[in-house]
């Protein structure tokens, strides 16, 4: 999950973040990379990446056009669609997935009351199932409502700790730890009891027996009761229990507050997995992280979403499912440089236990703009994956290819690491992907170049001259995705007087 934290660190950083030059190179400090990439799984002709994820929030998924109530960023937010386009939204999703080389769809909000509850996820996997898709639902272990994300079910985490208020994680006062955070990133406390649902942050406490057998036997009903592709599940980062149990079982618990705990991961992650194989062998377990695989050789400290592995981590992640996925994170690594942290030979995983998933949030309000080219980012994080041990990647795919943007974003990934795309080469994708959809070569490269305007606006008024100029030489599809780079330039620019 993305948490609030990591929020507000993107609204501060986003648009420099999300709107990177052009990146030219592939190589990183002391990496196998390129070359030894060449020699080992491309020359065999191998496709480095194997499998491709799209991560989803149900709130902000807008895949039916023209619909009330989407949100364009966020976790843990109202559902504000109808249930009726909760179906048409993820079967739009799934249909585009099954037929783009995208292999799984996780979904966080997947079972709410007010869009259908399990009717409605029953009717998704079978979507899934007949686009040959892995529907993989978000489950927070210790957070983010469980197993059941909003509603009057037994299987609600919120109900369930307002049934059992001793069993709230507590800070180090001892007071409850719940909280919403707003836009801006400002914390405050809850202090109204209501009906179950998504009012904020509510943790329980993973040292707590009864907690642990709420997670097991929810997750347990889930697999009974839906036939799932799996699960991506998360021991949460906002906020861990400080309670004397917690801080008596974890070697590495910081007085002060810290967004989540390796060592959380280490107990929970084996005993959900040890639920959902003895419903579902073959379920995709995905295990969240939080954090990037570079080692962390600093001072101790707590770590936050998106940092480096602390060194100590490797104990805990030994504890992980076998045969389950390790989903990392790389944001702040794909800007290698002065003011990011370095992605080095040292970044790498291994395949001998888990595989590994390495997810970005290019293209959203994460980390830039919801619905922007970002196909430099995506390129570098393929190409640093693959040259670092891993086999699958992880993108939003919230936004509707409709989006041109957000259309080339996914056909990339699907394209990146491929076997006809092995190093994740732009102008490779340019001339066999893009440049049909776009009028020809020539203007897929110059569709990118002017893409990238945002970083230079003054150059805006001119492109778009450019653009219209174009428009009656191209076919109607060409046009009309011309048209959406047109006045996703237009609007960051300030308007003329009428
Ligand atoms: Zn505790």
Request: hydrophobic share 40%; glycine share 10%; proline share 6%.
């Amino acid at each position: 999950m993305d948490n609030a934290r990591n929020r507000r660190e993107v609204l501060q950083l986003g648009i420099v973040g999300g709107l990177g030059a052009l990146i030219e190179g592939v190589g990183f400090a002391g990496e196998p990379s390129a070359a030894e990439l060449s020699s080992t799984k491309v020359a065999t002709g191998e496709a480095p990446i194997r499998t491709r994820v799209f991560w989803t929030w149900d709130h902000s998924t807008e895949w039916a056009l023209n619909r009330l109530g989407a949100h364009t960023h966020g976790s843990c937010n109202e559902y504000g669609r109808t249930r009726g386009t909760f179906i048409e939204d993820y079967t739009t999703l799934l249909r585009w997935c099954g037929r783009h080389n995208i292999d799984a769809v996780v979904v966080w909000g997947l079972l709410r009351d007010c869009h259908g509850g399990l009717e409605s996820a029953k009717r998704l996997c079978d979507v899934a199932a007949k686009e040959n898709v892995r529907l993989l639902c978000g489950v927070g272990l210790n957070a983010y409502g469980g197993v059941y994300y909003e509603g009057d079910s037994p299987h609600n985490l919120e109900r369930h700790l307002q049934a059992h208020p001793e069993l709230l994680s507590v800070d180090a006062d001892g007071k409850p730890l719940c909280f919403q955070v707003d836009a801006d990133g400002r914390k405050t406390n809850i202090t109204t009891v209501g009906m179950p649902g998504p009012r904020g942050f509510y943790q329980a406490c993973p040292s707590r027996r009864e907690n642990q057998d709420f997670a097991m036997e929810s997750l347990a009903w889930l697999f009974k009761n839906l036939p799932l592709g799996g699960v991506q599940i998360e021991s949460g980062d906002t906020g861990i229990c400080q309670c004397k149990r917690c801080r008596d079982r974890r070697k590495h618990s910081p007085a002060d507050f810290s967004w989540f705990s390796w060592e959380d991961m280490g107990l929970m992650y084996p005993l959900a997995a040890e639920a959902i194989r003895s419903v579902a062998p073959d379920a995709w377990i995905v295990c969240e992280t939080y954090s990037h695989p570079q080692p962390y050789t600093g001072p101790d400290k707590a770590p936050q979403f998106g940092d480096a592995k602390p060194v100590w981590a490797d104990a805990e992640l030994a504890k992980f499912p076998r045969g389950a996925f390790v989903q990392w994170v790389c944001d702040r690594f794909l800007d290698d440089g002065p003011t990011g942290p370095t992605w080095t030979a040292e970044g790498r995983v291994s395949d001998a236990e888990h595989r590994n998933i390495m997810r970005a949030h290019c293209s959203t309000y994460w980390w830039g703009i919801r619905g922007e080219l970002a196909l430099q980012r995506i390129a570098r994080m393929v190409q640093k994956s693959a040259a670092s041990g891993f086999d699958a990647v992880s993108l939003f795919g919230e936004v509707s290819p409709f989006c041109t943007g957000a259309e080339l974003n996914y056909l990339a990934m699907a394209d990146f690491g491929g076997a006809g795309n092995p190093k994740a080469d732009i102008d490779s994708f340019l001339r066999r992907v893009a440049a049909p959809l776009l009028g020809g070569l020539d203007n897929a490269h110059d569709f990118v170049r002017l893409a990238r305007l945002l970083d230079d606006r003054k150059q805006i008024p001119a492109a778009l001259t450019d653009i219209y100029g174009r428009l009656p030489k191209l076919p109607p599809s060409a046009a009309r995705r011309w048209c959406w780079l047109a006045n996703h330039l237009a609007s960051f620019v300030e308007p003329s007087p009428a």
